[in-house]
């Protein structure tokens, strides 16, 4: 599955390269990755596994998030094909630009990074700034800079943004 390709062609909201580092972080480019929001879940290995476990999790009252961008139960119905990577990534998509679209009227006249990175917080948490505190350790405004950097693509010739 090539992440980059699937970034650009699923969705046109959002830059590509956010969506392929927000996919590192919240899945490790894992399309069927489940996870429980205070708790663990052994990992499925089949899409037909992975629905069969999100159903159970959802049918026990657990706050789930689910594929490749981790797109959490309160924002999809049942039935939806959750793990569909196109699906998946239409979604986080969505999430992505609500966050930014608020991100840039709170915080106007800031840098692009900062929208960047409090966009990311807002992913992670609903808000602009627990994702630069937690988890503790690693917070993840931090891993979204580090994978964002390992995913910029620039045009040849040219190492940076501003070059």
């Known amino acids: 599955m090539d992440i980059s390709t699937l970034a650009l062609e699923c969705q046109q909201q959002v830059n590509p390269q956010v969506i392929?580092?927000?996919?590192?972080?919240?899945?490790?480019?894992?399309?069927?990755?489940?996870?429980?929001?205070?708790?663990?879940?052994k990992q499925p290995r089949s899409e037909s596994d992975a629905y069969h476990?999100?159903?159970?999790?959802?049918?026990?009252?657990?706050?789930?998030?689910a594929?490749?961008?981790q797109i959490n139960t309160q924002h999809f119905d049942v039935g939806t094909a959750i793990f569909d990577p196109c699906?998946?990534?239409?979604?986080?998509?969505?999430?992505?630009?609500?966050?930014?679209?608020r991100v840039k009227s709170h915080y106007q006249?800031?840098?692009?990074?900062?929208?960047?990175?409090?966009?990311?917080?807002?992913?992670?948490?609903?808000?602009?700034?627990t994702g630069y505190r937690l988890p503790k350790g690693n917070p993840y405004v931090?891993?979204?800079r580090v994978a964002y950097a390992r995913h910029i693509h620039y045009p040849k010739g040219k190492k940076h943004e501003n070059d």
């Open 67 to 69: 594929g490749l961008m």
């Open 142 to 144: 931090h891993r979204f």
């Open 20 to 41: 392929e580092a927000i996919i590192e972080i919240e899945s490790a480019r894992l399309p069927f990755a489940l996870a429980v929001v205070g708790g663990q879940v």
């Open 53 to 65: 476990k999100l159903d159970a999790l959802r049918s026990a009252g657990k706050s789930v998030s």
């Open 109 to 129: 006249g800031a840098s692009y990074q900062e929208w960047l990175e409090r966009t990311a917080s807002c992913y992670f948490s609903g808000n602009f700034t």
């Open 87 to 101: 699906t998946n990534i239409g979604f986080g998509a969505r999430l992505l630009k609500d966050c930014h679209d």
